[in-house]
């Protein structure tokens, strides 16, 4: 899962041009939700026995991220703190992603949102999936296991596949799997007893050298304000010409 920048609040940049993480308000990327959600139906369908564990890289504020899949229904939860991560592209990002997931134990199944809802990247899943040497069924829009076995709809610009995979692999889910959860009292308060674990890089074993925006591969080398909004410009058409004004200002624009 992915703790993200609220977008209702007023987004920031630090020094190095890199997103502020911390000095925002942030929250559970609402398109990891649905993945914990999905994980969640799965675990329903198949025992007492299935655990479901939610795993964050983020500041310390992330935790709030995590809680909230433990208040969702998840087991239990793991967040990845450290500052040498910050500014970390996707290839770092999974790096520290992979190596968490093989502390943990590699799962039946690594479920993941189809996108961040602050960067819509995209990659991360296939990337885990080349990380970890396991199969990848990404971007499912219906769901169907039967033991080991998955096979998923993926819905395309022209046309919806049917793909099968055999666990463990990799799989992410979008949005058209179904509305998550919403913690309940109950929830909420069990979360409060189930474990919730922070580790660092030293923990995971990852030289800090191989993450942090030193070694990422791009970089925003400027950042400016947005301009303030403008007032906007009255059409009236008291003697006719407001048709004319109208197509002059949309022509001026390249509107038409």
């Known amino acids: 899962m992915k703790y993200v920048p609220d977008a209702t609040a007023d987004r920031q940049f630090e020094s190095d041009n890199t997103v502020d993480r911390v000095g925002v308000d942030g929250l559970l990327s609402e398109l990891d939700e649905y993945a914990v959600e999905q994980a969640l139906q799965l675990k329903e369908k198949a025992g007492d026995d299935t655990e479901v564990t939610a795993l964050c890289i983020g500041p310390e504020k992330a935790v709030d991220a995590v809680r909230k899949a433990l208040q969702?229904?998840?087991?239990?939860?793991?967040?990845?703190s450290d500052e040498a991560?910050?500014?970390s592209d996707y290839l770092g990002t999974s790096l520290v992603?992979?190596?968490a997931i093989k502390k943990i134990g590699v799962p039946d199944l690594v479920m993941c949102g189809m996108a961040s809802t602050d960067a819509s990247g995209s990659v991360v899943p296939a990337m885990l999936a080349e990380r970890l040497d396991l199969p990848q069924v990404t971007f499912a829009s219906v769901i169907e296991t039967q033991g080991d076995q998955v096979r998923i709809k993926r819905d395309g610009?022209?046309?919806t596949e049917?793909?099968?995979?055999?666990?463990?692999?990799?799989?992410?889910?979008?949005?058209?799997?179904?509305?998550?959860?919403y913690p309940s009292f109950k929830g909420i308060m069990a979360a409060k007893k189930k474990p919730l674990e922070t580790w660092s890089l030293s923990d995971l074993g990852v030289d800090a050298e191989l993450v942090g925006l030193n070694a990422?591969?791009?970089?925003?080398?400027?950042?400016?304000?947005?301009?303030?909004r403008t007032a906007?410009?009255?059409?009236?058409?008291?003697?006719?010409?407001?048709?004319?004004?109208?197509?002059?200002?949309?022509?001026?624009?390249k509107f038409i």
């Open 72 to 80: 969702m229904g998840a087991d239990k939860g793991i967040l990845v």
């Open 85 to 87: 991560i910050a500014g």
């Open 97 to 99: 992603l992979a190596e």
């Open 157 to 159: 610009d022209t046309a």
């Open 162 to 181: 049917v793909i099968g995979a055999t666990m463990p692999l990799v799989m992410s889910v979008t949005d058209q799997t179904g509305e998550a959860r």
């Open 216 to 228: 990422s591969w791009s970089a925003v080398e400027e950042t400016a304000a947005r301009p303030p």
């Open 232 to 253: 906007g410009e009255i059409v009236t058409d008291e003697d006719g010409s407001g048709a004319t004004a109208l197509t002059e200002f949309l022509a001026s624009k």
